[in-house]
């Protein structure tokens, strides 16, 4: 059986909070770097922390439609990290409908995902497919 191991890349942002809002979703091959596809999407108004959820949620159900065996997600928000890896709590209902929504991906997914904090500049094609959509809904 062929494994197909990814990187999800994924970055969310408002302007103002809550503000017009977009995501940015870059995956790719972890073995060889290839980039599969990238998505930028404007959401309308929301907040910065749904999101980053709206981003992971579109990245994760990409892996499953795609038949990924193994996942990582890489994301600049420290809060949907500690969250996603159970450090931190879901206290906010809207992010804990989010929350929810991503572990059932994950058990669609059938395996553990990885889910890995990285620094604005680490994550910059993410970043920048998300102000991308941003940039299309406030013209």
Not at 51 to 62: F, H, I, S
Request: cysteine-free; charged content about 25%; glycine content about 10%.
């Amino acid at each position: 059986m062929n494994q197909l191991k990814l990187n999800i890349y994924t970055d969310g942002g408002a302007r103002g909070n809550p503000g017009p809002a977009g995501i940015g979703v870059v995956i790719e091959n972890a073995e060889s770097g290839e980039v599969i596809e990238e998505h930028s999407q404007y959401l309308g108004e929301t907040t910065n922390n749904q999101a980053e959820y709206k981003a992971v949620l579109l990245g994760m159900t990409r892996a499953v439609e795609i038949g990924a065996t193994n996942v990582t997600v890489i994301a600049d928000s420290e809060l949907l990290v500690r969250q996603a890896t159970g450090e931190y709590k879901v206290k906010n209902p809207g992010l804990a409908q989010r929350f929810l929504e991503l572990r059932n991906l994950e058990v669609r997914l059938g395996h553990p995902v990885r889910y890995r904090h990285v620094r604005r500049e680490q994550n910059k094609r993410a970043d920048a497919l998300a102000n991308k959509a941003m940039d299309r809904g406030t013209t």
